[in-house]
């Protein structure tokens, strides 16, 4: 655990500020952490140590004038501080720092190793944002610094941004709710000629009364230099965005509109993937979902049709591909076409460009459902990580899901597996807490200290980073132990990261081990074990039962609108799944709650439908 604590130090200097930890970065063995006024450099070996304590801090405050200036124009003390909001790798020996700096943010080159400031500070206006509490990205691509935030301090102009690097800086059009209606940005990669960025916003094209958010994915070419003097001129002439479709199949579709989190394009199955998990929106029943997009899929929906409103009042369309342009819009135009830089592009593809950013079609998830489903959790999925070379062989995929509170599931994920149909594309493996109340604050915070920020895999360590406002915690990525003293629970337990060992015990294997083991990540063999004894093996393989096949999920998600809740919770290592139901007359059947026996109304069906006409509607508001 990071509580703060120095060289030689358990604790944290007495009377010394909480912390208030913004960013983390890991690189290498090396985590830098990101806080309000400050940065620290933690190293993360020995991977056993219990106790992370950080080499370096730096101090990093706002002048007095820029916070008398932040409280003049009525922001609260606690905001008008410096928290650091970008954390990026610049060289190998330079970190790109930025912090809001009581909401007029600047950005800064720091040393890696001293964490000394390296020449001037530059402005952070459309780099970072001014308000602590709002989401942005950042990422460095040839030198190019790309950031998805806001410019102002009322956080009404809403900007993806290139600057540094050798190209002139570029922006997205100003207040124009084409473009964007209030993003919310999640995440940025670069993949092939293009950097993608990961949000969700206000969708423009439903003629609904309702505001309705959906997740989008946006992309612009690295190479792109701004239109000519009359259209976009200093502007990107390469932004296109799309919806992301994550739904769950049926007579009926049910959309996952809230993006939550994405991770790096990883490859999956010989594909170029990411995952990201969505969430139904905060005030409605609580479910989350991931999908897999293969980046190949996302770039063919940015060669597809176009979608445009004629008039204000007019619905959404396709446009007919004999109205769009050629070249085509959107293109990265290069020395040895036939426009050689998107400054040479006619005036009517650019101008097409600026009135035309959404694409048509959503892009499609991989299997066209989702690959996890959970609902009805007590707090929603928010952060994702992924390990693509997991198990003694590095050849097995694992995905963790990070709660809002810090609580971990563990899932098993075979690609392709879905295409044959019956397995189910994931394994649920198991559920752990990572925050540590005893270590950092027993909500003292109240539930904001304990919100999970950030999830991160640290393989070397065989380890996972979780980090909250007032501390970094590193967990083990499995609990082999747990599962020792009997073959039947070890091997049944299908962690790719656990096997038996011939003294009797489950050990974690660490990658590319020589010991001898038994495991079978498959499951296949394991009802020709021999039993064990005891509670824990009953309740584990039940509940394994439920969460294996996105079908029955579905269908037990399905029943859960239906009965009520199901409570899915942790007690002595036990999960317990509570049954309550509408009529209170609900029995437990096998893993499932059952379904209402008398009260109204009796055919689930018709709820079904009932529901199903919220979900339809996007907004979930009222069900139940
Ligand atoms: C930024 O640089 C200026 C000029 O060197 C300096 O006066 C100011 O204190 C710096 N601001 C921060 C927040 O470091
Ligand atoms: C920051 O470092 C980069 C190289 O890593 C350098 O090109 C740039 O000029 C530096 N910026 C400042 C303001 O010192
Ligand atoms: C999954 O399928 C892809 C392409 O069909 C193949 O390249 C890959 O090796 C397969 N992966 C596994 C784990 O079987
Ligand atoms: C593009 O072509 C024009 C002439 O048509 C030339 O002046 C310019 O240097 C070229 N730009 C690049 C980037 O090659
Ligand atoms: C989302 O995907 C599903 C399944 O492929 C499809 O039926 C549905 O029409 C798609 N929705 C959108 C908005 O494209
Ligand atoms: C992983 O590698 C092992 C050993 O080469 C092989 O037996 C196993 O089938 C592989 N699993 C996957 C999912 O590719």
Redesign the pocket.
């Known amino acids: 655990v990071f509580v703060g604590s120095g060289p030689g130090r358990l604790t944290p200097t007495e009377g010394a500020d909480d912390l208030n930890i913004q960013r983390v970065l890991r690189v290498n063995r090396t985590l830098f952490i990101g806080d309000r006024d400050n940065l620290y450099r933690v190293e993360l070996e020995p991977p056993t140590s219990t106790e992370l304590r950080y080499q370096r801090k730096l101090t990093w405050r706002s002048n007095p004038s820029d916070i008398d200036v932040c409280r003049m124009k009525g922001k609260q003390e606690g905001e008008c501080r410096n928290f650091v909001k970008v954390l990026l790798l610049r060289d190998e020996s330079t970190l790109f720092v930025c912090g809001s700096n009581a909401f007029n943010p600047v950005c800064a080159n720091y040393s890696i190793d001293t964490l000394q400031p390296l020449g001037d500070n530059i402005s952070g206006m459309a780099r970072c944002p001014y308000d602590p509490k709002h989401a942005n990205v950042a990422l460095f691509s040839d030198g190019m610094l790309f950031t998805a935030t806001v410019t102002d301090f009322l956080a009404i102009d809403a900007v993806i941004y290139r600057s540094l690097g050798d190209r002139p800086t570029l922006r997205t059009v100003k207040h124009d709710s084409k473009w964007f209606k209030e993003p919310y940005f999640v995440h940025a990669v670069e993949w092939g000629s293009h950097v993608y960025f990961f949000f969700r916003e206000i969708a423009m094209e439903f003629n609904y009364l309702e505001k309705v958010v959906v997740s989008r994915v946006a992309r612009v070419c690295k190479n792109d230099v701004g239109g000519s003097p009359r259209v976009l001129e200093k502007q990107w002439t390469s932004f296109l965005k799309a ?1 992301l ?1 994550c ?1 769950v ?1 049926g007579d009926s ?1 049910f ?1 996952f509109n809230v993006l939550q989190a994405v991770t790096g394009v990883v490859s999956l199955g010989g594909r170029p993937v990411v995952l990201a998990v969505f969430s139904t929106p905060s005030n409605s029943i609580p479910g989350s979902a991931v999908c897999a997009f293969d980046m190949t899929h996302v770039a063919a929906v940015f060669e597809g049709r176009f979608r445009e409103q004629k008039s204000p009042e007019s619905i959404w369309t396709p446009v007919p591909e004999d109205q769009v342009p050629r070249p085509r819009p959107g293109c990265c135009a290069a020395p040895g076409m036939q426009y050689n830089a998107s400054s040479a592009l006619p005036d009517d593809i650019l101008n097409f460009v600026k009135t035309h950013p959404l694409m048509d ?2 892009v ?2 991989l299997g ?2 989702p690959w996890i489903v959970r609902t009805l959790m007590r707090h929603q999925l928010t952060r994702v990580a992924v390990d693509v070379g997991a198990g003694p062989w590095g050849n097995q995929t694992v995905v963790f899901l990070g709660s809002e509170a810090g609580t971990v599931l563990k899932f098993l994920v075979r690609p392709n597996a879905s295409a044959s149909g019956t397995a189910g594309p994931s394994v649920f493996l198991e559920e752990f807490e990572t925050y540590r109340p005893d270590r950092c604050g027993r909500s003292g915070g109240g539930e904001m200290g304990q919100r999970l920020l950030s999830l991160e895999l640290d393989t070397a360590s065989g380890g996972l980073l979780a980090a909250f406002p007032r501390c970094v915690v590193r967990v083990p990525v499995a609990r082999c132990q747990q599962y020792s003293g009997c073959m039947k629970n070890c091997i049944g337990s299908q962690d790719p990261y656990c096997g038996w060992a011939p003294d009797g015990s489950c050990v974690f294997l660490s990658p590319g081990t020589r010991a001898a083991f038994e495991q079978d990540v498959s499951g296949a063999s394991t009802p020709g074990l021999g039993d064990c004894i005891g509670l824990l093996r009953a309740s584990l393989s039940e509940d394994r039962a439920g969460l294996v096949s996105v079908n029955l999920l579905v269908t037990s998600s399905v029943a859960a609108f239906v009965v009520g809740a199901v409570v899915s919770g942790f007690s002595g290592g036990v999960r317990v799944r509570a049954c309550e139901g509408c009529c209170g007359r609900v029995r437990r059947v096998g893993h499932a709650c059952g379904v209402c026996r008398g009260g109204r109304p009796q055919r689930p069906g018709h709820w079904l439908s009932r529901h199903w006409g919220f979900h339809k509607a996007e907004g979930l508001r009222g069900a139940g």
């Open positions: 919806r479709n739904s199949p579709h959309y079609e959503a499609p998830s066209h459902a």
